[in-house]
């Protein structure tokens, strides 16, 4: 099966905050360049469960999840570039959660109206 686009943004986003995570530490900040990691790397690991699911209904809960880790991403993202505990321009990852928070809600009523 093809890979769906939801599925390459979300691991194309996942790489990014990867390497955002290694230049976080690398400016010495730990804390919440952790919880960034675990977030933004969680999307699409859920997005990719989801496509493996039994169910149309595990398909929303797992796109349900990976919709919450998103806007969890945007948190840390927002706090880190409002706090300038480092010298890295966030507004690239920024805008690509954003992206993925546009698409996953979009995937996540559409299935929910076929359920």
Do not use: H, P
């Not at 530490?25 to 919880?35: A, H, K, T």
């Not at 998103?70 to 570039?81: D, G, K, N, S, V």
């Not at 966030?90 to 809600?105: D, F, H, K």
């Amino acid at each position: 099966m093809a890979e769906s686009i939801i599925q390459k943004k979300s691991f194309e986003f996942s790489l990014e905050v990867i390497q955002l995570y290694k230049r976080l530490q690398g400016q010495r900040e730990f804390v919440l360049s952790n919880q960034l990691l675990r977030s933004g790397t969680s999307i699409g690991a859920n997005v990719e469960e989801a496509s493996a699911g039994q169910s149309r209904k595990v398909l929303w809960a797992k796109m349900c999840i990976a919709a919450k880790e998103a806007r969890e991403t945007r948190y840390w993202l927002r706090l880190l570039q409002a706090s300038q505990l480092v010298e890295v321009d966030l507004n690239s990852e920024l805008s690509r959660v954003e992206e993925l928070i546009r698409l996953l809600t979009s995937i996540v009523k559409t299935t929910r109206k076929t359920l």
